[in-house]
């Protein structure tokens, strides 16, 4: 693990010295994982302290559900929805890093620009237009780059062909990356997007070559919580992955990530603090 990594979020450095944890804290009614779905106030911020207890460094806040098939939800109930979660969290901790799952300009500028979040996760990759890269320049915010493919959340879900996965991913995350640089985008995390345009194949395919993004220099973050790669080849329920979702999440550290996007804090805690152990005795 590259042990010199960091990056500014609003004048505090967070060091990748060890992986860190992101917790999950969806603000929709139709998250694939109901047990990810918090829309009262006091939901919210339940959640945000559970999320600081089990030693996670960074909340993410979802307004909008990915899912394939689920509802397409406006950018005013979105930003409602934001909104009233980053006041929440923000009751419960000024310290704990926040970030915004979105995709558009306006709600991230609202939340990270006037109440105080800080890092912008962002899965369409900029492919839904590249103001949200303007965005996070005239923010100054740490920018979550994801891979995927297509202009709507639909399109993902069907554009899974690739010559090689893994080098394709590699030549989409240079050329976005070398686009944020243009426009003064100095903190970045790659996201390989695993669930988003890849199949069951691929997705498996991508985790036993991750290790070739290490190349990239930069942070990276895995987030495959209780996905459909884990539930379809196990056959199981979400609420019965965790264990699936631990696997795969120790593999990705030791294939290099930084950071872990889960619904289960306290297990990935656990499972950083185990490879962190073993990496001691292989130094």
Request: hydrophobic content about 40%.
């Amino acid at each position: 693990m590259n042990n010199t990594f960091s990056i500014n979020c609003r004048g505090k450095l967070m060091s990748f010295s060890a992986p860190v944890v992101m917790g999950i804290v969806n603000i929709t009614p139709d998250s694939f994982f109901s047990g990810s779905r918090y829309q009262t106030e006091d939901a919210i911020k339940s959640r945000i302290e559970e999320i600081i207890l089990q030693g996670g460094t960074i909340a993410d806040l979802g307004g909008f559900s990915t899912r394939p098939g689920a509802n397409d939800v406006s950018e005013q109930e979105e930003l409602d929805r934001i909104c009233r979660a980053v006041v929440a969290a923000r009751d419960v901790s000024k310290d704990i890093l926040i970030s915004i799952d979105s995709f558009r300009p306006k709600v991230v500028e609202e939340a990270i620009g006037k109440l105080g979040a800080d890092i912008i996760n962002d899965i369409s990759g900029g492919l839904m237009g590249e103001d949200i890269f303007k965005s996070a320049a005239k923010l100054q915010a740490p920018y979550i780059l994801m891979h995927t493919r297509g202009t709507t959340i639909q399109e993902m879900q069907q554009k899974a062909e690739y010559d090689n996965i893994s080098k394709d991913i590699f030549r989409f995350f240079a050329e976005k990356i070398a686009r944020l640089r243009e426009y003064g985008v100095n903190d970045i995390i790659i996201d390989p997007g695993f669930g988003f345009a890849k199949d069951i194949e691929q997705n498996y395919e991508l985790l036993a070559h991750l290790d070739l993004m290490k190349s990239l220099d930069l942070p990276m973050l895995v987030g495959v919580s209780r996905k459909r790669m884990i539930r379809q080849l196990l056959d199981s329920k979400a609420d019965d992955c965790v264990n699936g979702t631990t696997i795969i999440n120790t593999i990705a550290l030791q294939k290099g990530a930084h950071i872990l996007r889960v619904h289960d804090v306290r297990e990935a805690m656990d499972t950083i603090k185990i490879c962190q152990k073993l990496a001691t005795y292989e130094q």
